[in-house]
């Protein structure tokens, strides 16, 4: 066998090796979901299996979420590895026996997965510390979920000092498990997340020229933020924007003062990315002049588009195929959803991979977010197996 032979096996040996602890890790974790900026507990039990790896902690500012660090001793690059921590607000329907014992809270987008495959992967890496040259920082990142999001807090308090690349993967009900799929370039949207309260001047229902109608108000104005997609924005690029919620009004016979609204912009192209929040305002602006309106617009996200670098997908491939094979490795479809993983990646080379967790057999094949969401945990293996090989691959090209 030639040396990277050896390596490929010993990685697939070592990763498979864990995957019980590994397990362990993924449905403790399940069990006790939290929410953003929430994760207590979880940054507590985190902290003492890290500890148990042999890490070391560094200082931050956050009340959830962990810096922490594998030093080689030897000379070479700083490398990084990125999981979010958080679960979502959602009432787990599955009947797993450690399905979530926190009600309507939920992992149902793979946080665990992501959370037991960086241990794993720390795991591994800490067995082979002495063959290391430089460092590996793993970044456990809250409040992925809830905007404004973690990554942003987590650059301030040093997450990036000194890295070279950062290394990030997803999980994704749609690609079997045993695959992954990459993307270069730009693969996810930015998001404009924002709140919107209209104002009016409430009075009878019966004397509507007394009064300025918020409802009415707001309605022509979720109706013409469509027209800014329909005519401001060129056709042929992907954008969208969609109010989710409003609220308004008290009694059928009296006419409303104020509506709220919360509401998201996405978009695949920069220029509209930039244009998006002007347009919107100023489309609110004309509506409730002409009607006689205020309204107060409150930016609550700002999340950047997400771009992956070629040059750290090519890591990706080529370790992956030497691990599992070809034609194990598939193109990733562009998608309108955003990740504030976007936020590290405008300051370091990076890539976000998928990873294939879906198997039909244990009902491995619901989307993200749904109350059904199952994940085959087979994919943590080879998840672990990859960022270890890539890191490997990294510090040993680049020292």
Not at 209 to 219: K, L, N, P
Not at 382 to 392: D, E, H, I
Request: charged residues 25%.
């Amino acid at each position: 066998m030639s040396a990277s032979q050896v390596r490929v096996t010993e990685i697939k040996r070592l990763a498979r090796r864990l995957s019980k602890k590994q397990t362990g890790w993924r449905r403790h974790l399940h069990m006790y979901p939290e929410l953003s900026t929430a994760e207590h507990k979880t940054t507590a039990y985190l902290k003492k299996e890290i500890r148990k790896i042999g890490l070391t902690q560094l200082p931050i500012s956050l009340k959830t979420g962990i810096l922490a660090e594998l030093r080689s001793g030897s000379p070479g690059p700083t490398v990084a590895v990125r999981t979010d921590i958080d679960a979502l607000p959602v009432t787990e329907m599955t009947r797993l026996k450690f399905k979530s014992r926190h009600e309507g809270c939920m992992h149902a987008c793979g946080h665990d997965v992501h959370m037991a495959t960086i241990l794993g992967t720390a795991a591994l890496l800490a067995g082979m510390k002495e063959s290391l040259s430089g460092s590996v920082r793993f970044i456990f990142q809250p409040a992925e979920e809830r905007p404004p999001g973690g990554a942003r807090p987590m650059i301030e308090n040093g997450a990036l000092d000194g890295v070279s690349a950062i290394f990030g993967l997803h999980v994704d009900p749609h690609l079997p498990t045993g695959k992954i799929s990459l993307r270069d370039g730009v693969t996810m949207s930015s998001v404009y997340d924002f709140d919107l309260e209209i104002v009016g001047r409430s009075g009878h229902a019966a004397r509507p020229h007394e009064c300025v109608d918020a409802i009415v108000v707001a309605s022509e104005v979720i109706q013409s933020l469509q027209t800014i997609l329909s005519r401001e924005v060129d056709p042929i690029t992907p954008a969208l924007i969609t109010i989710g919620r409003i609220q308004g009004g008290a009694a059928r016979n009296v006419i409303a003062d104020h509506v709220t609204l919360t509401g998201t912009a996405r978009t695949l192209c920069k220029k509209q990315s930039r244009r998006l929040p002007g347009l919107i305002k100023k489309t609110l602006s004309g509506i409730c002049r002409a009607r006689g309106a205020d309204f107060d617009l409150k930016p609550i996200a700002n999340y950047p588009i997400l771009e992956n670098k070629p040059g750290i997908n090519r890591l990706y491939r080529k370790n992956f195929t030497a691990l599992f094979g070809p034609k194990k490795v598939q193109d990733c479809d562009q998608t309108l959803g955003g990740e504030d993983f976007a936020c590290y990646l405008q300051k370091v080379p990076g890539a976000m991979f998928r990873l294939g967790v879906q198997n039909k057999k244990i009902k491995a094949d619901k989307p993200w977010h749904s109350s059904e969401f199952i994940a085959d945990e087979q994919s943590m293996y080879y998840g672990t197996a990859l960022l270890t090989a890539v890191v490997l691959d990294f510090l040993e090209s680049h020292h």
